[in-house]
């Protein structure tokens, strides 16, 4: 064959593949925002789900998934940091660290049920936490260690030796250095990498099936004691995700409109992520500004 | 000469040096601990079917019955390793070719495009979640072939379908990074040849990137492999060896997913899914382990 | 030994097997300018590097010898680097102001040091400023990013950051190679004003420079100390053939 000839060829199926793959994608949230937004009301996002009959709302599920994300980010973060900083700025070169490397690497390729699994043996019932917020945000930070060090770590690689150097010229300490120089220095990439790593969190569902658990209490909205049992804020309480719900309900729902529930979950599901991954971008940008005053 | 005999006061920089070893060094620990604890605690529990219940770890790789239940107890995973592999590999097979595709757009054809509107389109793909994926396959991919195709379109050629997707922006990511780190002089004198960029393509990229690229399709298989809810949603979940692509089988997740809510902790069937969960957490072992070696490969 | 700021003796670098700087004496006068020159690679930024053992941060680094301070050995295994950085401040070739304030820049050191109390921290940022000459170009605008300034500007507000933990010796790593003209003679003007109270050690690839500010001049080449001797001397009289070629121009 003409060698021109393939070369058009080839790059006109190239071009047709990039082509298909956006399509997809545009098909994918066309058809998950035209069957879900057609569902959206205030009453879809506040009121609880019904078993059997149609006209469930989602609001407990909504609640459970940010309260999750919170708790899940208030744990993961200070850890993840913290393991960032030490393979980053603590580790010597050498077999152990490498070890840990290579630990590292396994954990983040964990399948996330069976880190679920791993969950109901030892949080949920080693440890008596019943399935609960509480179990479902450890396993869920254990799913995202890895994931939260190799940003870190990316992060003070990010920052200039020289401004290691000049915080340790004036007589700093290492850990002041890390944390008042280096650590601003290294915000803009954390900060992205965290917000999108959150958008995973949100979206996750497999680990917590057997964690957080696949049913909520009735919910009291008027009660914000931490301590009682219908409390929203219980965090010992469990607790059925946005993620789980559409996986219940598509393989087990009863409701007439549980096609309809799942497509309207979907939606604000993938809006959320949608919505933190333009955070994050629009934030790594807005710092990144701010930080070098750029303008 | 004699070290000066000052006494060196206590700093306070030296407690404050402390404060970040402890603390980056505890963190650091409880990362290294929940591993151990979590490779532990899972093949505690696998290894019970067969130091426990006795069964043959043969009998789970290799038995083609699948009925732990029932009597008598049945321990034949075959068919949710073959669905595992089968749909995982067919998932690469689709998304392999897609993803390099995708990074040759985006890195030779149209750098500028590409990297604008590509590569946040293949991010996006890469954040909507897995149950998601799942549920438009139930209610889009299953419904079409079930058009199409004999059976009830749920099986194999769903899953796979739905997991390319997923597994799409893991190949395409790795396969573009390895592109664009490619030595500009080793295009530009296939080029200076009067070779055409689909020849220098062909010839001179692909056989340097290659490792690069498997690289990325090992592990799109690792997470297809380890995916557990959408592949749930759209497989059937019956526990044999389908005959055809479009009936319904199940895999080593959809398996653990199916029951293990529905098992009492310590009975025999639930050992058995534990022994699922063994089997996924040696299949990670190996695909880091090869992942590794083919990252020590393309180091050249 | 107390009418030196700070002597090198026997100082050696390696580099895991490779020796960088080999078995270097020198003594640093107070309240003077000496310059190291020598081609690229000589070792004279990895001994500059040493003196406040900056060379402890490179994996692999080993420096042996003894580096005295009045009466410490600073090459020390107990030597409490961290206190001794304060007494030693740093200026690199390519300015690297903290990612905070003109203000913050400087008022960071001392805070940490101890000084607390604010009407003192703008004492010691307007003073700094002050002898960076710094002071008139940024009085209004102390808080705004340090990264706003120009790159000349940059360089002053790093040697300002430097003097606010009150060194008594500063090291500087081509301080000028990275800025415009004007620039490099503001800072040349401004290390000349600043030899009456430190003791200043430069590493220079400019030898016209070397011959402007310093009284003494060490010449370095592959790892070796050459010559030294003053200044003036040295670029017009010098001991060694490599250093005459150096200076003359005929390699580097």
């Given at each position: 064959?003409?060698?021109?000839?393939?070369?058009?060829?080839?790059?006109?199926?190239i071009?047709?593949?990039?082509?298909?793959?956006?399509?997809?994608?545009a098909?994918?949230?066309?058809?998950?925002?035209?069957?879900?937004?057609?569902?959206?009301?205030?009453?879809?996002?506040?009121?609880?789900?019904?078993?059997?009959?149609?006209?469930?709302?989602?609001?407990?599920?909504?609640?459970?998934s940010?309260?999750?994300?919170?708790?899940?980010?208030?744990?993961?973060?200070?850890?993840?940091?913290?393991?960032?900083?030490?393979?980053?700025?603590?580790?010597?070169?050498?077999?152990?660290?490498?070890?840990?490397?290579?630990?590292?690497?396994?954990?983040?390729?964990?399948?996330?049920?069976?880190?679920?699994?791993f969950?109901?043996?030892?949080?949920?019932?080693?440890?008596?936490?019943?399935?609960?917020?509480?179990?479902?945000?450890?396993?869920?930070?254990?799913?995202?260690?890895?994931?939260?060090?190799?940003?870190?770590?990316?992060?003070?690689?990010?920052?200039?030796?020289?401004?290691?150097?000049?915080?340790?010229?004036?007589?700093?300490?290492?850990?002041?250095?890390?944390?008042?120089?280096?650590?601003?220095?290294?915000?803009?990439?954390?900060?992205?990498?965290?917000?999108?790593?959150?958008?995973?969190?949100?979206?996750?569902?497999?680990?917590?099936?057997?964690?957080?658990?696949?049913?909520?209490?009735?919910?009291?909205?008027?009660?914000?004691?931490p301590?009682?049992?219908?409390?929203?804020?219980?965090?010992?309480?469990?607790?059925?995700?946005?993620?789980?719900?559409?996986?219940?309900?598509?393989?087990?729902?009863?409701?007439?409109?549980?096609?309809?529930?799942?497509?309207?979950?979907?939606?604000?599901?993938?809006?959320?992520?949608l919505?933190?991954?333009?955070?994050?971008?629009?934030?790594?940008?807005?710092?990144?500004?701010?930080?070098?005053?750029?303008? | 000469?004699?070290?000066?005999?000052?006494?060196?006061?206590?700093?306070?920089?030296?407690?404050?040096?402390?404060?970040?070893?402890?603390?980056?060094?505890?963190?650091?620990?409880?990362?290294?601990?929940?591993?151990?604890s979590?490779v532990?605690?899972?093949?505690?529990?696998?290894?019970?079917?067969?130091?426990?219940?006795?069964?043959?770890?043969?009998e789970l790789?290799?038995?083609?019955?699948?009925?732990?239940?029932?009597?008598?107890?049945?321990?034949?995973?075959?068919?949710?390793?073959?669905?595992?592999?089968?749909?995982?590999?067919?998932?690469?097979?689709?998304?392999?070719?897609?993803?390099?595709?995708?990074?040759?757009?985006?890195?030779?054809?149209?750098?500028?495009?590409?990297r604008?509107f590509?590569?946040?389109?293949?991010?996006?793909?890469?954040?909507?979640?897995?149950?998601?994926?799942?549920?438009?396959?139930?209610s889009?991919?299953?419904?079409?072939?079930?058009?199409?195709?004999?059976?009830?379109?749920?099986?194999?050629?769903?899953?796979?379908?739905?997991?390319?997707?997923?597994?799409?922006?893991?190949?395409?990511?790795?396969?573009?990074?390895?592109?664009?780190?490619?030595?500009?002089?080793?295009?530009?004198?296939?080029?200076?040849?009067?070779?055409?960029?689909?020849?220098?393509?062909?010839?001179?990229?692909?056989?340097?990137?290659?490792p690069?690229?498997?690289?990325?399709?090992?592990?799109?298989?690792?997470?297809?492999?380890?995916?557990?809810?959408?592949?749930?949603?759209?497989?059937?979940?019956?526990?044999?060896?389908?005959?055809?692509?479009?009936?319904?089988?199940?895999?080593?997740?959809?398996?653990?997913?199916?029951?293990?809510g529905?098992?009492?902790?310590?009975?025999?069937?639930?050992?058995?899914?534990?022994?699922?969960?063994?089997?996924?957490?040696?299949?990670?072992?190996?695909?880091?382990?090869?992942?590794?070696?083919?990252?020590?490969?393309?180091?050249? | 030994?107390?009418?030196?700021?700070?002597?090198?003796?026997?100082?050696?670098v390696?580099?895991?097997?490779?020796?960088?700087?080999?078995?270097?004496?020198?003594?640093?006068?107070?309240?003077?300018?000496?310059?190291?020159?020598?081609?690229?690679?000589?070792?004279?930024?990895?001994?500059?590097?040493?003196?406040?053992?900056?060379?402890?941060?490179?994996?692999?680094?080993?420096?042996?010898?003894?580096?005295?301070?009045?009466?410490?050995?600073?090459?020390?295994?107990?030597?409490?680097?961290?206190?001794?950085?304060?007494?030693?401040?740093?200026?690199?070739?390519?300015?690297?102001?903290?990612?905070?304030?003109?203000?913050?820049?400087?008022?960071?050191?001392?805070?940490?040091h101890?000084?607390?109390?604010?009407?003192?921290?703008d004492?010691?940022?307007?003073?700094?400023?002050?002898?960076?000459?710094?002071?008139?170009?940024?009085?209004?605008?102390?808080h705004k990013?340090?990264?706003?300034?120009?790159?000349?500007?940059?360089?002053?507000?790093?040697?300002?950051?430097?003097?606010?933990?009150?060194?008594?010796?500063?090291?500087?790593?081509?301080?000028?190679?990275?800025?415009?003209?004007?620039?490099?003679a503001?800072?040349e003007?401004?290390?000349?004003?600043?030899?009456?109270?430190?003791?200043?050690?430069?590493?220079?690839?400019?030898?016209?420079?070397?011959?402007?500010?310093?009284?003494?001049?060490?010449?370095?080449l592959?790892?070796?100390?050459?010559?030294y001797?003053?200044?003036?001397?040295?670029?017009?009289?010098?001991?060694?053939?490599?250093?005459s070629?150096?200076?003359?121009?005929?390699?580097?």
């Open positions: 064959m003409n060698a021109k000839l393939a070369d058009r060829i080839a790059t006109a199926i071009v047709a593949v990039s082509g298909f793959i956006v399509l997809l994608l098909g994918l949230l066309g058809y998950i925002m035209v069957r879900g937004l057609g569902h959206f009301s205030y009453d879809f996002l506040t009121s609880p789900p019904e078993t059997i009959r149609a006209g469930g709302g989602i609001g407990p599920q909504l609640f459970n940010i309260f999750l994300l919170v708790l899940t980010m208030l744990i993961t973060i200070p850890l993840g940091l913290g393991a960032g900083i030490y393979m980053s700025e603590y580790a010597r070169p050498g077999k152990f660290t490498d070890f840990i490397r290579l630990l590292v690497e396994v954990l983040s390729s964990f399948p996330s049920i069976v880190v679920g699994l969950g109901l043996l030892v949080l949920v019932n080693a440890f008596d936490l019943g399935f609960s917020l509480l179990a479902g945000a450890l396993a869920l930070t254990v799913f995202n260690l890895p994931l939260m060090v190799r940003i870190t770590e990316q992060g003070l690689k990010s920052v200039p030796r020289e401004q290691k150097e000049a915080g340790l010229a004036l007589g700093l300490s290492k850990w002041k250095t890390i944390r008042s120089i280096m650590l601003p220095v290294a915000i803009p990439v954390i900060l992205t990498g965290t917000i999108l790593a959150a958008g995973r969190v949100f979206g996750e569902a497999a680990a917590l099936l057997f964690t957080a658990g696949m049913s909520s209490p009735r919910l009291d909205f008027t009660d914000w004691n301590l009682s049992p219908f409390s929203p804020l219980n965090p010992m309480r469990p607790a059925e995700t946005l993620a789980v719900h559409i996986w219940k309900v598509n393989a087990e729902g009863l409701a007439p409109d549980a096609a309809e529930i799942a497509a309207g979950a979907s939606a604000v599901l993938v809006l959320t992520v919505l933190f991954n333009l955070a994050a971008r629009w934030l790594g940008r807005f710092m990144y500004r701010k930080f070098t005053a750029t303008k | 000469m004699a070290q000066s005999t000052k006494v060196q006061q206590p700093k306070p920089h030296i407690a404050e040096e402390w404060v970040g070893r402890v603390y980056t060094g505890i963190c650091i620990f409880i990362l290294i601990v929940a591993i151990f979590m532990y605690f899972v093949a505690s529990r696998g290894l019970r079917t067969f130091i426990g219940d006795g069964v043959n770890p043969l790789l290799t038995g083609l019955k699948w009925n732990p239940g029932g009597e008598p107890a049945l321990f034949g995973a075959l068919p949710f390793i073959f669905g595992s592999f089968s749909t995982s590999i067919l998932a690469a097979l689709i998304a392999g070719p897609l993803g390099f595709c995708a990074a040759v757009f985006m890195v030779e054809i149209m750098p500028g495009f590409g604008k590509l590569q946040p389109v293949i991010e996006l793909l890469a954040g909507i979640p897995s149950v998601v994926y799942g549920f438009v396959g139930l889009v991919i299953v419904p079409l072939f079930r058009d199409i195709f004999p059976g009830q379109g749920i099986g194999i050629a769903a899953g796979a379908l739905v997991l390319s997707v997923m597994i799409l922006p893991t190949i395409t990511t790795i396969a573009t990074d390895a592109l664009a780190a490619l030595p500009s002089g080793l295009k530009e004198g296939s080029y200076a040849l009067g070779a055409t960029r689909w020849q220098t393509i062909y010839r001179i990229v692909l056989p340097t990137m290659l690069a690229l498997l690289t990325g399709i090992v592990l799109g298989i690792a997470r297809a492999f380890g995916e557990a809810l959408a592949v749930q949603m759209v497989i059937g979940n019956a526990p044999h060896i389908p005959r055809s692509l479009f009936e319904s089988t199940s895999t080593l997740t959809s398996a653990i997913t199916q029951s293990m529905n098992t009492v902790m310590g009975s025999a069937h639930n050992n058995a899914l534990w022994s699922l969960a063994l089997i996924l957490m040696l299949m990670t072992f190996v695909f880091v382990f090869i992942v590794r070696w083919l990252e020590g490969r393309s180091k050249i | 030994m107390q009418q030196y700021g700070l002597s090198a003796k026997d100082l050696s390696y580099y895991g097997p490779k020796q960088a700087v080999k078995n270097v004496s020198l003594d640093f006068a107070n309240k003077q300018v000496t310059a190291l020159i020598g081609p690229s690679g000589c070792g004279k930024s990895t001994f500059l590097r040493s003196l406040n053992r900056m060379n402890d941060l490179i994996d692999g680094a080993k420096v042996t010898g003894e580096i005295w301070i009045g009466e410490e050995n600073i090459n020390h295994p107990k030597t409490d680097v961290v206190s001794l950085r304060q007494r030693i401040g740093m200026v690199w070739q390519r300015p690297n102001p903290f990612h905070k304030s003109i203000y913050e820049n400087i008022a960071f050191g001392p805070r940490y101890g000084v607390k109390n604010k009407k003192q921290l004492e010691i940022v307007e003073q700094s400023l002050r002898k960076a000459a710094l002071w008139e170009e940024t009085k209004d605008r102390l990013s340090g990264l706003s300034l120009s790159g000349g500007q940059q360089q002053r507000l790093c040697i300002a950051r430097s003097i606010a933990v009150k060194p008594s010796i500063i090291l500087m790593d081509e301080p000028a190679s990275a800025l415009d003209p004007v620039s490099t503001k800072i003007e401004l290390i000349t004003e600043l030899k009456q109270e430190y003791c200043i050690i430069i590493v220079t690839h400019n030898m016209h420079q070397a011959a402007r500010i310093s009284e003494k001049t060490a010449f370095f592959m790892g070796d100390l050459i010559e001797d003053e200044t003036d001397k040295m670029f017009t009289d010098p001991e060694k053939k490599e250093t070629d150096y200076i003359s121009g005929r390699f580097g």
